[in-house]
């Protein structure tokens, strides 16, 4: 099993209200990515690092920002959700050299009322 | 740009039957990879099986394997002896190799049911 954590696994809070979802890897990947998923959709790459103090956007426009100050840690932030940011939000992580395997946290669902 | 297609939405099979969820996909690399990530109602996507594209050997991982033609650019998941928990969405993905922090380009998933 792959040693990426996401917290909270499920939310439910106000429009308005800022957000900060978490996820940590121990794995020493300097790759680490966030994707958006709706429910029965594909997924979408919002956000990616590539090591500390890198961060890119991905190939969907977010409202979200990210942060890479540790190699272990890519949290994603939400100033002012709104509910068309209800979704599930995966974090991920790969090996920065050989290999191209991609291992996924458990999610984070977020609902927005 | 790469393009993943997954022409078939949703599949539905009886328990210990074959099935065969196809993949399509468009590049102009030549080195690359291939991934079938299964997605199970419990949503953490886990990877099933992994192909690198300078490998003529179809992958093979206990009873899942692939048909990997890369002239055709097609890259098919079989599930041999298919099993209740074998229920999930199915995503084949690409990656390029080596370089570029871009992650995986997804299609957009087979929901696969067993059913008893």
């Known amino acids: 099993e792959a040693d990426i954590y996401q917290t909270p696994r499920y939310l439910v809070i106000g429009t308005g209200k800022k957000i900060t979802l978490e996820c940590s890897q121990t794995?020493?990947?300097?790759?680490m990515y966030w994707y958006q998923q709706d429910p029965g959709m594909e997924l979408h790459l919002i956000h990616y690092?590539?090591?500390?103090?890198?961060?890119e956007k991905g190939d969907l426009s977010s409202e979200s920002t990210v942060s890479r100050i540790r190699t272990e840690h890519f949290p994603l932030t939400l100033e002012s959700a709104r509910p068309s940011h209800t979704s599930q939000y995966l974090c991920?992580?790969?090996?920065?050299?050989?290999?191209?395997?991609?291992?996924f946290g458990e999610g984070s669902w977020l609902t927005v009322v | 740009a790469q393009t993943v297609t997954q022409s078939q939405p949703e599949m539905s099979v009886q328990e210990a039957e074959t099935v065969t969820l196809s993949c399509t996909y468009d590049?102009?690399?030549?080195?690359?990879?291939l991934f079938w990530y299964k997605q199970p109602p419990s949503r953490q996507m886990i990877l099933v099986i992994r192909?690198?594209?300078?490998?003529?050997q179809n992958a093979t991982e206990n009873r899942f394997s692939v048909n990997f033609q890369k002239a055709a650019k097609s890259f098919s998941l079989k599930i041999s002896d298919s099993q209740l928990g074998d229920t999930a969405m199915y995503f084949c993905?690409?990656?390029?190799?080596?370089?570029?922090?871009?992650?995986?380009?997804f299609g957009k998933g087979t929901h696969l049911i067993i059913q008893p």
């Open positions: 991920a992580s790969r090996p920065g050299s050989s290999g191209n395997t991609i291992y």
């Open positions: 794995m020493g990947h300097d790759k």
């Open positions: 690092s590539y090591g500390v103090n890198s961060t």
């Open positions: 590049t102009s690399e030549n080195n690359y990879y």
């Open positions: 192909q690198e594209a300078y490998k003529q």
């Open positions: 993905a690409f990656a390029t190799s080596g370089g570029g922090a871009d992650g995986l380009t």
